[in-house]
């Protein structure tokens, strides 16, 4: 069984800032990308940024220069480091990891992490 638990969220006003960390476990063979998404009311889940197990990163155009994500593959965790926040980042932020379980043989499934509410006062 894997597991992905998120922490960090909360309330803080816009220019603040929000460090997001999730870290998984179980029974983990190898983990590839991780990545943040988020869902705000009424609208669809969307990403937010990824890392890859290499290190390469990408991150949507609303956010980039404002948020960072890192990784530390021994502690199989990944950050999300939000600066500069806004109102309009105010949604529920999922973990998602794809991982290669050790009881899956060779498939790798996404996992997901049960959701953290990050709310932006304007």
């Known amino acids: 069984q894997v597991q992905l638990v998120e922490s960090g969220g909360g309330l803080v006003q816009a220019g603040g800032s929000l460090r997001l960390s999730c870290a998984a476990s179980?029974?983990?063979?190898?983990?590839?990308?991780m990545g943040w998404y988020r869902q705000a009311p009424g609208k669809q889940r969307e990403v937010v940024a990824v890392?890859?197990?290499?290190?390469?990163?990408n991150y949507a155009d609303s956010v980039k220069g404002r948020f960072t994500i890192s990784r530390d593959n021994a502690k199989n965790t990944v950050l999300l480091q939000m600066n500069s926040l806004k109102p309009e980042d105010t949604a529920v932020y999922y973990c998602?990891?794809?991982?290669?379980?050790?009881?899956?043989?060779?498939?790798?499934?996404?996992?997901w992490g049960q959701g953290t509410q990050v709310t932006v006062s304007s």
């Open positions: 998602n990891a794809a991982i290669r379980s050790s009881l899956s043989g060779t498939k790798t499934y996404a996992y």
């Open positions: 179980g029974s983990i063979f190898s983990i590839n990308n």
């Open positions: 890392i890859t197990n290499g290190g390469s990163t």
